[in-house]
């Protein structure tokens, strides 16, 4: 059994303290710890962040079907470098996660990857058609046990089965993760809706089309007393639909993306698909009022639809491009540059809103959990003060598809602790 | 120049240049031999990922009367992947050594993608992409209405119908106010994107009180079957409040004059006695479109000399042609400032 001492880490940003990992718990917390008997030190200087491991609450793996773009191994890998200990998976796959055995099937690949804990999310409803429930009860009693339900890429638009859906999975204490996208308002989209659509002659994706859906799901979850959380949450007016709901008492959660919290549909101007991501990228004021919503709580967490695509389904002109960006690897970076470089959430706050938050709404047991004695030992040391140009070449993931290339972003991972095993040391795979 | 992407990239400089190059050139269809050597040995590619035998054979005609060698690609993007086709089609148009690519397609920024992707190293000329621009398109509606209101400078332009969809209004928004005009947009507000206040335009849903404050009105194509998706209840409806017939016509001004950028829907945003008088200049538009394009290419691709008086020297000036076009070059001397000199057609006769 290993034993782990990490010496002088900034436990959520605190003051420096000695932390001893043995086996799979933390097994002591101090100062001048001894380091017998162990059989790693590592040195955090009194300068690294200690973190519990990061918790995302919506990833794209691909796996099956889109293994050109990322399989379970590279993405769990992808999320180990970026400090991640537990993905939830989105079920958009080929074949679709909408069977128990499919999502047996990614949650067994998880396993044997070793890197990070994989949670399958299954889909609402048969083929993500949006048409027929999907056997939601079966894939909840699998030994996946899905608690998180998405039909992700694509919006639940009917009322009455997004209405049934709530209710269904009340029986298993699971939610409903909602895409919100009116589709008749979006058919054909291309980026956000506004000057720079109107300028660049590309069809716009209204933000009406994301707020008037979560209008409607967060009173359906009211009226059915479930829980609704919402996906990528992106425009200002989503913001003041869920901090009402939120004060009506209704059970809505809200997620934003690493990319809603920096980047701005001026980016479109580039033609560069690139910067092509559903949904789109919005203004400067939507940028400012996620990242307020995420400080006061109003959004509970971050998630990174980390969206893997080949080079060829970017390498395009913008209509015919995929949608999506991967993230993984930067998330944190951009979480630190926007909301702790700007003074907005403190260390302690991202451990909120990365970990122990997305833990909770993904009903996760050993994930997002406090970094104290008997706990277990999923952890994530950062280095706040490295300043470094990303690279995609040395991604993790199989595809490079990300808007920061060549962009300076700060902090990286020096390592991460899946159980007390390193799945990243000296800021490298092991 | 080193490209033509976007209307709104043109100086006003640069605007008046290519204008009074194209008066230059619109010289010289009124002589019984048409062509200057200047783009020989060049080649000009079409690539045209739609259909559009207007704007493709306009730029032909163009390419040929300047002597280059063009090279008609009609290239529709496969369903499976078209981003590949571009790609691939842009590789393969490099190795055939284009100078110059002329290029149509149905998706927004293809053009610019073509010109900033590093895929190939001629210059790239917008024929028209998605719903975004159509800067020649600009070129020459500013050519025709100079040519009859003299300098657009205060002028008052009114552009009417689907601007929405429109790469022409786009195109015409941006290169009319660079020139001084005052742009009025007039559309039901379904055919108005959502926010304008960037747009060099006023903008208003009245086309009745628009007119009579009009030197110039632009009717847009409005396509049917944007019924389909309720932007209008019926065609007969949007004729009523957005066509123009003989009465709106007599609103104008007396010397104002009627566009339109073809294929017209007559009896839909216009009717078939205005699109016949006098007034309107659809036909003379297509003629000003080879005027037009022909300046455009000369600039891009023909370098630094005047276009009409490199007849003179041809041998020496393909050479330098060539020269300066495999770097990105200032835009060439005005080619007004050398008048047209008719001997120099002669010198090339070849057909």
Redesign the interface.
């Given at each position: 059994m290993s034993k782990i001492l990490i010496r002088g880490a900034k436990i959520l940003g605190g003051e420096p303290r000695d932390v001893l990992v043995d086996g799979e718990t933390i097994a002591a917390i101090g100062t001048g710890l001894p380091d017998q008997g162990v059989t790693t030190v590592i040195e955090a200087d009194g300068e690294m962040v200690l973190l519990p491991g990061l918790v995302d609450l919506h990833t794209h793996l691909r796996e099956p079907g889109r293994e050109d773009s990322e399989t379970v191994l590279t993405g769990t890998r992808a999320a180990a470098v970026g400090g991640y200990t537990a993905v939830h998976a989105m079920a958009n796959t080929f074949p679709v996660a909408d069977t128990a055995g499919v999502v047996e099937q990614v949650w067994r690949l998880g396993r044997e990857s070793g890197y990070c804990d994989v949670q399958p999310v299954g889909a609402v409803t048969v083929g993500l058609e949006g048409k027929k429930l999907a056997e939601l009860g079966a894939m909840a009693d699998s030994a996946a046990q899905v608690r998180v339900f998405s039909d992700d890429g694509k919006c639940v638009d009917d009322a009455v089965i997004m209405r049934r859906a709530l209710e269904y999975v009340k029986a298993f204490d699971g939610v409903v993760a909602q895409h919100a996208q009116e589709p008749r308002l979006t058919e054909g989209a291309q980026m956000n809706e506004g000057v720079v659509s109107g300028e660049l002659g590309l069809t716009g994706w209204p933000a009406v089309a994301e707020e008037s859906i979560i209008a409607r799901d967060v009173l359906l979850a009211a009226h059915v007393g479930s829980r609704v959380h919402i996906c990528h949450l992106s425009t200002a007016g989503s913001v003041e639909i869920v901090r009402w709901a939120k004060s009506k008492g209704w059970d809505v959660t809200a997620e934003v993306t690493p990319h809603h919290l920096l980047l701005t549909d001026e980016l479109a101007r580039t033609y560069d698909p690139v910067y092509k991501v559903n949904p789109p990228l919005r203004t400067e004021a939507d940028v400012l009022a996620l990242r307020e919503a995420l400080a006061d709580g109003t959004i509970d967490c971050v998630a990174t639809d980390h969206a893997p695509h080949p080079h060829e389904d970017k390498d395009c002109e913008w209509a015919a491009a995929a949608m999506g960006m991967v993230g993984l690897e930067t998330a944190l970076s951009v979480v630190q540059h926007t909301m702790v470089d700007t003074g907005l959430l403190d260390w302690a706050g991202v451990a909120d809103r990365m970990s122990a938050r997305p833990a909770v709404i993904g009903r996760l047991t050993g994930h997002g959990r406090p970094i104290a004695v008997g706990e277990p030992a999923n952890l994530v040391l950062l280095q706040p003060a490295y300043r470094g140009t990303v690279n995609p070449a040395g991604f993790a993931s199989r595809s490079r598809n990300t808007p920061y290339a060549g962009r300076e972003l700060p902090g990286k991972v020096f390592a991460t602790l899946l159980r007390g095993h390193g799945t990243v040391m000296d800021g490298k795979l092991t | 120049m080193r490209h033509l992407l976007s209307a709104g990239d043109l100086s006003r400089d640069e605007a008046n240049l290519i204008l009074d190059t194209a008066e230059e050139m619109r010289s010289l269809a009124d002589r019984p031999i048409k062509k200057l050597p200047a783009l020989r040995g060049r080649t000009v590619v079409n690539l045209f990922f739609e259909d559009s035998t207007r704007t493709r054979i306009s730029f032909e005609a163009a390419a040929k009367r300047l002597s280059a060698d063009v090279i008609n690609f009609s290239a529709k993007?496969s369903s499976v992947?078209?981003?590949?086709s571009?790609?691939d089609t842009a590789l393969t148009l490099q190795a055939m050594g284009a100078d110059g690519v002329v290029c149509r397609?149905?998706?927004?920024?293809?053009p610019?993608?073509l010109a900033?992707s590093g895929w190939m190293t001629g210059s790239v000329v917008n024929a028209g992409?998605?719903?975004?621009?159509h800067p020649t398109q600009a070129l020459l509606d500013a050519f025709t209405m100079r040519r009859h209101l003299g300098s657009l400078d205060g002028r008052r332009i009114t552009i009417v119908g689907d601007v929405l969809h429109s790469?022409v209004a786009?195109s015409n928004v941006l290169l009319l106010s660079t020139l001084g005009a005052d742009v009025t947009v007039v559309a039901p507000p379904t055919l108005l994107?959502?926010?304008?206040?960037?747009?060099p335009c006023a903008t208003s849903y009245d086309l009745d009180a628009a007119l009579p404050k009009s030197d110039a009105v632009m009717m847009l194509r409005v396509q049917r079957e944007r019924m389909g998706d309720a932007f209008f209840p019926s065609a007969r409806e949007y004729t009523r409040r957005y066509g123009l017939d003989v009465h709106r016509m007599a609103q104008l001004p007396d010397e104002a004059i009627v566009l339109h950028p073809g294929p017209m829907n007559r009896g839909m945003e216009i009717t078939a006695e205005v699109a016949d008088s006098p007034r309107c200049t659809a036909v003379e538009q297509v003629a000003n479109g080879v005027s037009t394009r022909m300046a455009v290419l000369y600039l891009l691709l023909g370098g630094s000399e005047p276009a009409i008086s490199t007849a003179r020297t041809e041998p020496a000036n393909g050479h330098a042609a060539a020269e300066s076009a495999a770097a990105p070059t200032a835009p060439a001397e005005p080619a007004s400032a050398e008048p047209a000199r008719t001997e120099h057609a002669r010198t090339e006769e070849n057909k």
């Open positions: - | 993007g992947s078209k981003g590949e571009l790609k397609h149905g998706s927004s920024g293809a610019h993608l900033t992409d998605g719903t975004h621009e790469r786009r994107p959502v926010d304008m206040t960037a747009w």
